[in-house]
């Protein structure tokens, strides 16, 4: 069946915007939504300290992205805690992009 809204390219350009549109949160919100994420999904315990957010980025999918510190001088975070945040991280992108700030 054909979608009326392809046959018009403003439609599909509107339709793409809406889309596409993601909430802004800053840097210190989306630090508090992954770190508490994080600290409930039960891979990282105590072997995660903080988590960074970097950007804003020139990426397409997303604007930000994060680093990690363990709370071990000499370790970094755990491969199960890099899996959980690199789900956890992957949801958040596709929902939020990081504000200018």
Known sequence: MHD???ACPAL???H???AMAKEIKTRKELQEIVMRE???GGKCGD???SVII???LARV???WDIATSSNHPTKIVSAECRTELNMIVG???AQYDLSGD
């Open 4 to 6: 009326p809204a392809y």
């Open 12 to 14: 599909v350009a509107d």
């Open 16 to 18: 793409l915007k809406n």
């Open 38 to 40: 994080a600290r409930t």
């Open 47 to 49: 072997d995660l300290r």
């Open 54 to 56: 970097l950007g804003p």
């Open 61 to 63: 999918r997303s604007n």
């Open 91 to 93: 949801r958040l992108q």
